[in-house]
């Protein structure tokens, strides 16, 4: 496994620890530092504007062993959060009413065995929930069938990823047979009213680039996406993100076995856009770990880099301090901030 090395910027990974990579008379290659392109625009330290999401980790496991997962989520994966966790959840949800958005991850969330608890409530609160589904689960087991119906009962805003319209580039990025799969379970969304023109049931699906590029324009690809699912399959969604993949995790593993590593941060950091940068997704995101434990954003969670606040835990959960902090960057950043910009809501400028 080769060494990367930074202008001395550690590059940190749950696998690597990516060091600058000089000899004594040349960098063989130079990385800015993000924090010098963020103090250019005026954004360094970066704080939040608000706190308005409480994204949820509830667990690692997951039916798909997708190439891209920047979770390194799988079945094997045995971190899940505990009712007594949730219970946290819901408890800091309470002495937070500002806070109106739950957006549940994973892994595939609905593998925990306390998810369908949590969900209702969370809805008992009156908050608005995201499920981040990967669709195959509603196909994995009879146990998760009625999965649409739920969602549908509990008005839940349905995230799922889909890598493109056709079968083969989907299977080469998530597995043979999940192509088939995601086409069903969206039928079956499609079904009981989500995604459908005057439905109050919002779909959304979820694009990341296949190779070592950034993605094309959102909102063209939503019209191809639009055109071509309706065409072949009768099914309708409302909205696609398409979401840079961050150099983290397994994405990181592909690109420095494909020895594309330099080149992928290279266009990272000439497509750094100061506009996407003052819209990152941290900025009105707190994120909690399967244990509890607070991050700035999903992918700071997976690199273990906690909140740079006092409380890292939900026992010590406290708005007006984390509203004051200053959120911990690095270069895995430049995956946010480039070109139309990357957020969990795909591009954000």
Known sequence: MKSLKA???????????????????????????????????????????NLEIFQVNVGKMCNQVCKHCHVDAGPDRKEIMTRDTMKQCLAT?????????????GGAPELNPDFRWFVEHIKALDRHIIVRCNLTIILANKRFHDLPEFFKQHNVEVVSSLPFYSK??????????????????????????????????????????????????????????????????????????????????????????????????????????????????????ISIGWDGYLYDCDFNQMLDLKVGSKGKHLAEFNCAELLNREIIVNQHCYGCTAGAGSSCGGAVT
């Open 168 to 285: 083969d580039r989907t299977d080469r990025q998530r597995g043979d047979g999940v192509f088939e799969d995601s086409i069903k379970a969206l039928q079956m969304l499609n079904a009981v009213g989500y995604g459908q023109p005057g439905s109050s049931l919002t779909l959304n699906l979820v694009y990341n680039p296949a190779g070592a590029f950034l993605p094309p324009n959102q909102s063209t690809l939503e019209k191809e996406f639009k055109d071509a699912l309706m065409k072949d399959f009768g099914i309708s969604f409302n909205n696609l993100f398409a979401i840079t993949n961050l150099p983290i995790s397994r994405y990181l593993d592909y690109l420095l076995n494909s020895g594309n590593y330099e080149k992928y941060m290279e266009k990272l950091i000439n497509a750094f856009n100061p506009a996407a940068a003052a819209n990152v997704m941290c900025r009105n995101t």
């Open 7 to 49: 202008n001395g910027n550690i590059l940190a990974d749950s696998h690597y620890q990516l060091e600058v990579l000089e000899t004594d008379n040349h960098n063989l290659y130079r990385l800015v530092p993000f924090q010098q392109n963020m103090e250019k625009a005026g954004l360094f330290p970066l704080r939040p504007t």
């Open 93 to 105: 949800l309470v002495k937070n009413p500002s806070i109106g958005i739950v957006d549940l991850t």
